[in-house]
């Protein structure tokens, strides 16, 4: 094989644009959301306590890479979401939540580092929740609210995928919450 040609198989594969290695994603299209404590205000029963919390420490971190134009029909999109440690008095920090904009659009979560849990909702309103580690992987069928609660020490990694069709309902979780919280009690993640 001459050099030409085996230059141009060479050149014809190209690298990966985005990387996902060690709970990091990676590439230039990654976009990098910070979702500060004083956003959340009003997700917490302990309204208080949050009061007297620092506004401006991290909840969570959000990487997202969109590889098509938001709300096209067929697209995926891919997020890892950083959720920090932390109590509003008895309840654990946890995600905004949300139902998708077109309801029936379903998502996969899955757990990569840390502990804690996948709360889902129906329509309604009847909550369950799933244990979230390293591995678990979490179908969020459509019509179905999701949240995550980290309920240990140590940072809360999770892997998402989702239609990039599905958008973002967050009304009426800030509205009527969820039917349940997970509250540390005695220790104990609970459900209650
Ligand atoms: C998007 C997906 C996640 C969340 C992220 C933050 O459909 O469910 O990327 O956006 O975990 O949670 P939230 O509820 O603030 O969007
Ligand atoms: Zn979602």
Redesign the pocket.
Known sequence: MNMNHKNNIQSSIRNPLITFINGQLTGADVVHQV?TLIELNGIFEDQTMFEKMNGSQIA?E?D?WCPVENGTEGGL?F?L?HLYPGQVGNEYFM????F?AVENRA?Y?WGIEGEGILLLMDKDRNTRAERMSPGSLHY?PGFTA???VNTRAGMLR?G?C?PAD?G?N?DIIMNEGFSKRIKNIDNVPSLI
């Open positions: 979702k969570y959000v997202v999109f997020g979401t995600t905004k939540g949300h998708h998502e979560y969020i999701h949240r995550v999770f998402a989702w599905a973002y967050y």
